[in-house]
């Protein structure tokens, strides 16, 4: 898990969030699924399992989207007063903008992990 040895090579994370590439080699390798990482890169090798993105990003994005969404339908209820079905819109509409938005901060993140060559912390022995 170490960093690109020819950064300028690696593609960006946003870039690696957004169309699903890898954040060595830029290959569109790294979903297996809607927001499940694949295993490793099958084009260079790099082991995604060895990156820890964990579940941050879903809560994160949950709260935030939800948030959005209930705004929408409020304003959507006071200005046009929709029969109730019509509400029933922004249960797919908030699903699959929190499984997009969750791919894309997953991939971005674990792109920003790749290239920073983080890790988990350690403290030293040798310190006082």
């Known amino acids: 898990m170490s960093a690109p040895p020819d950064a300028a090579a690696a593609p960006a994370p946003v870039q690696v969030g957004l169309k699903g590439l890898c954040p ?9 699924g809607w927001a499940r ?6 084009a260079c090798g790099l082991d995604y399992s060895a990156f820890n993105v ?7 994005l949950t709260l935030i989207l939800g948030t959005i969404v209930v705004a929408a339908a409020i304003t959507l ?3 046009a007063h929709p029969p109730w079905w019509v509400h029933l819109v922004w249960v797919p509409v908030t699903t699959g903008a929190v499984v997009l938005a969750l791919r894309a901060s997953k991939g971005v993140l ?11 912390g350690r403290i030293s022995q040798d310190q006082p």
């Open 24 to 32: 060595r080699c830029g290959a569109p390798t790294l979903f297996d």
């Open 110 to 120: 674990l792109a920003l992990e790749y290239r920073n060559a983080a890790q988990e």
């Open 77 to 79: 209820e006071l200005a």
């Open 54 to 60: 964990g579940d941050g990003p879903a809560a994160f």
């Open 37 to 42: 990482f694949a295993e490793q890169c099958p």
